[in-house]
């Protein structure tokens, strides 16, 4: 498979991207009801990462953190536009550092995401990741 050169890397080198879990489209539109185990699968690889060296292990639990963010708009509509544009930002920024093992900025990447998701979580609705009889007590 032949890899894919990004033109903008650190200091002008060209950064090879390896094949990227694929994005489940089936569940695009449970975005909202998936997210909070996303929030909590993100605090599982910072906890991870603060602990221990890129192993395999992260490395694929970036890359299904990534592969969990919807490629389609339809499900992002609904988020604010900063925070929607801070967590794709932080993702690819995820990737990148896990491609050249950079833990340092791989941890920082993370926490962004962490802190992008917590936030989309707190001023989502709460009837919008299940019935709307659950909301009201």
């Known amino acids: 498979m032949p890899k894919t050169v990004h ?3 650190r ?3 060209s950064v090879p991207f390896r094949a990227v879990a694929v994005t489940d489209t089936r569940n695009a539109s449970d975005f909202w009801t998936n997210a909070p185990a996303l929030f909590e699968q993100v605090n599982e690889l910072g906890s991870a990462l603060a602990s221990s060296t890129l192993t ?3 490395r694929e639990l970036v890359r299904s953190v ?3 963010i919807p490629e389609t708009p339809e ?3 609904e988020m604010d536009p900063y925070l929607r544009s801070a967590l794709l930002t932080a993702v690819i920024h995820a990737l ?3 491609e050249t093992d950079d833990r340092r900025e791989l941890r920082i990447a ?3 995401i962490r802190q992008a998701l917590r936030d989309l979580l707190d001023e989502h609705p709460v009837w919008r990741g299940g019935p709307k009889h659950a909301a009201v007590c």
Do not use: H, K, Q, T
């Open 66 to 68: 990534a592969a969990s």
């Open 56 to 58: 395999d292990a992260i």
């Open 75 to 77: 499900p992002l509509n």
């Open 110 to 112: 993370v926490e962004r």
């Open 11 to 13: 200091a002008g080198i």
């Open 96 to 98: 990148r550092a896990e």
């Open 7 to 9: 033109p903008r890397s």
